[in-house]
């Protein structure tokens, strides 16, 4: 389950992007309306004037669009960099926080890889809590013109809908074990690779390289053959 504190912790960065994201979603929806016209208002009735004044409309929504996306990049990029500072920051706090007892049941290697993971958390704050609410917003527009343009199919595909709903959470069912044991294959490879970097001395002391590049090879294998029997 996903933590609501945890997100309202970061909530003006999401609201930021958030209404970022909106205004970018609102050119991609006015562009096909805009094309709409030209051709009912401008070709069909050989308005050359209302097609110029169109065309000027036009290519100022795409500029604005373009100076929206320059914007929203920048802003982006920003707080992304806050954002991961700031969570390696909480999360080096924590780490720091346990006792010896945490140190003695997981590897170097394994906290590594932990700490390698801030990205995703990063990527499902920047991309997909802002998407979600943009999605959110755009929804009641968009079903509002469906129902204008034709209201049974659109009451029919309201009715049909959760089955396309039951379908994404049983996918979602499945794949989270699939997912939870990557994880978990991915953080023995790391953790072989950090041990083996943290105890060099001892296995070049020991002569023992060829061993340990045979049991790191044979995880990496097992790793792969597994992604290839999942995926």
Known sequence: MIDMRFILRYKKAIFVL???????????????YISKLVIDQAFLQNNMGRFVRLSVVGAALFIL????KVVNDVIRNRISVTLRL???????????????YFFQGASTGENIYRLSDLQSVSHFLL?????????MVKLPFILWVCFWINLPMTAALIVLSPLFILQSVYMQKKLKPIYESLWRKNSLLSKELYESFSSMFIIKALGSGKYNRHRYLRLFIDNVRWQIKNF
């Open 18 to 32: 958030f209404f970022l994201s909106l205004i970018s979603s609102s050119f991609l929806l006015i562009s096909p």
């Open 86 to 100: 700031s969570l390696a920051n909480q999360f080096l706090k924590k780490l720091y926080s346990l006792d010896t």
């Open 65 to 68: 669009s373009i100076l929206c």
């Open 127 to 135: 991309e997909q809590v802002p998407g979600f609410l943009v999605d």
